[in-house]
């Protein structure tokens, strides 16, 4: 894909954006030709690409362009929609193809990166798609909290086969819930269940077989709350069984870091903190 051609093809895509939240539209930062690097940023679970407008135009600076496609069904103006109760793994991983496939008219050398449900789809792209020079797994959900991660699996494939329930991110607060006021104050049990059937094909891939990608780098956090990083840390193990070398860096836990490092809406946001870290771990050759 040229570079005109990853233009017309975002322009498109925002053409046919409806009901938006206007700071969620699809996310293209260019500096009007192809740079050495395009970078892709995959948004969390129930937010939308605003959740990067600080860090994506730090990483713009450095001479990247830059695509942060908005995933299927976020970012809708209305934050109690029902939509994500129709959310599916197969439509995600086109999104993230799609971005991927922009990228490589915006950059001779294409860098995915993502948070929570954008970490999986990361993991997924490293896993499937050569076109993926680098791979930024941050805080990655291959696993629900507290629960087995065979359980958590499980749940992935019967989610949809039962009756869906709603879940407030802040059952006291609800929908007057503090942080970014462009995300959902909920969740869709059948939604979730798509997440970690997502997680899962990533994880059970790596069982049987190296990734494409030969640059995959993850950040954990060891005070994270909503995800099992031991999940984590066995697909590291599967991808290095078949000979792959993923490099590794964890947030120390007494430093007391919650799951969305990336959003600075978060009441509890350390951007001063966190964004050193993830722009050397994006864009620096690692020796």
């Known amino acids: 894909m040229t ?83 129709h959310l599916t793994a197969a439509e995600m991983e086109q999104t993230a193809s799609e971005a991927v496939e922009i990228a490589t008219g915006l950059g001779k050398r294409v860098i995915v990166a993502g948070l929570s449900l954008g970490a999986v789809l990361a993991g997924w792209l490293a896993q499937f798609h050569q076109e993926v020079d680098r791979a930024v797994i941050v805080a990655p959900l291959f696993g629900a909290p507290v629960m087995p991660e065979w359980t958590s699996d ?62 995959i780098r993850v950040l954990m956090n060891q005070n994270d709350p909503a995800v099992n990083n031991l999940a984590t840390k066995r697909l590291i193990a599967a991808w290095q069984a078949h000979g792959a070398n993923p490099s590794t860096y964890e947030f120390p836990k007494e430093s007391g870091l919650l799951h969305d490092l990336v959003s600075p809406d978060q009441e509890y946001a350390r951007t001063a903190e966190v964004y050193p870290v993830l722009t050397r771990w994006i864009t620096a050759d690692l020796p």
């Not at 006021?181 to 891939?205: C, D, I, M, Q, S």
Request: glycine share 6%; hydrophobic share 40%.
């Open 3 to 85: 570079h005109a051609e990853a233009l017309a093809r975002v322009r498109a895509i925002r053409a046919a954006e409806r009901d938006l939240n206007p700071v969620c539209s699809y996310g293209l930062l260019d500096h009007g030709r192809q740079a050495e690097d395009a970078i892709v940023l995959l948004h969390g679970f129930t937010n939308c690409p605003a959740m990067y407008r600080q860090l994506a135009a730090e990483l713009h600076a450095t001479g990247a362009n830059l695509v942060v496609p908005r995933l299927p069904r976020h970012g809708l103006a209305d934050r109690l929609t029902a939509e994500l109760t």
């Open 154 to 215: 499980l749940a992935g494939f019967v989610a949809d086969r039962i009756p869906n329930l709603w879940l407030w991110w802040d059952p006291k607060t609800r929908g007057a819930i503090k942080g970014p006021k462009h995300a959902y104050p909920r969740f869709p049990t059948h939604a979730y269940g798509e997440v970690l059937r997502l997680g899962y094909e990533v994880k059970n891939a790596a069982r049987a077989s190296a990734p494409r990608c030969q640059d």
